[in-house]
């Protein structure tokens, strides 16, 4: 099972975490227990976020912070008396006493990866019961998936012409090795972020410009001249 973040030294980030008590269930309010926050211990999630989790556990874990960086995902919640962006860093979620469950680690500004974590002792289960725990586990992808938001970034706007958009590609893609270096597996909502515009303005600008998400990925994008 994947470690927890380390304690913080003096100036380092304060880890939050966000965890359900038991499974949700649908048809009930989800009663949600808070760590690391000075003055919230526990809230009912108010609008059904946490609905398409029916039957699972859930723990979130981020940073609480002012302003999500670009690219990074993130999620709002209320306490009695005050209200918390948490930048999401890890969440995991499984069904009561199965013997695998989801995980998806957010690093800002790049992609989101998943994996499926194994309880020690699944080895000794029949194949089928080993297969299913972990299918039942890549359920949870899908709900996780939709729950994360990526936060488009203060000051974007759109751009006016071709020229205009591909030199953001290269000034804010290409030009950047840790960017660059992930762009191959970064999402949509990534590289949409990168670049300060939503996920569904990039077939927008393909249609404008006639670059799309696969001229970016492939490098297609010639740079402009200065």
């Not at 990866?113 to 080993?130: F, N, Y």
């Amino acid at each position: 099972m994947t470690s927890l973040p380390p304690t913080p030294a003096e100036g380092q980030p304060r880890w939050i975490t966000v965890q359900t008590e038991g499974p949700v269930r649908k048809a009930e309010p989800t009663k949600l227990r808070v760590t690391g926050h000075p003055r919230i211990r526990e809230f009912v999630d108010p609008d059904g976020q946490f609905n398409n989790w029916d039957g699972y556990w859930v723990v979130l874990i981020g940073e609480a912070v002012t302003e999500p960086a670009a690219g990074a995902s993130w999620w709002r919640f209320e306490g009695e008396t005050e209200t918390v962006t948490l930048e999401i860093h890890l969440i995991r979620a499984g069904l009561p006493g199965a013997p695998a469950f989801a995980e998806v680690l957010v690093e800002p500004g790049r992609d989101i990866s998943k994996r499926i974590v194994l309880a020690d002792g699944i080895e000794h289960l029949p194949g089928k019961a080993q297969d299913e725990a972990a299918l039942t586990a890549m359920k949870a992808w899908r709900a996780i998936e939709g729950f994360l938001r990526v936060r488009r970034p203060a000051g974007s706007y759109d751009y006016e012409n071709e020229e205009e958009y591909a030199r953001a590609i290269w000034s804010e893609i290409y030009d950047k090795p840790d960017r660059a270096r992930a762009l191959d597996r970064a999402s949509e909502d990534v590289i949409a972020g990168w670049l300060g515009i939503s996920a569904p303005g990039l077939p927008r600008y393909r249609a404008r410009f006639g670059i799309g998400i696969r001229d970016i990925r492939r490098r297609r994008v010639r740079r402009p001249n200065s």
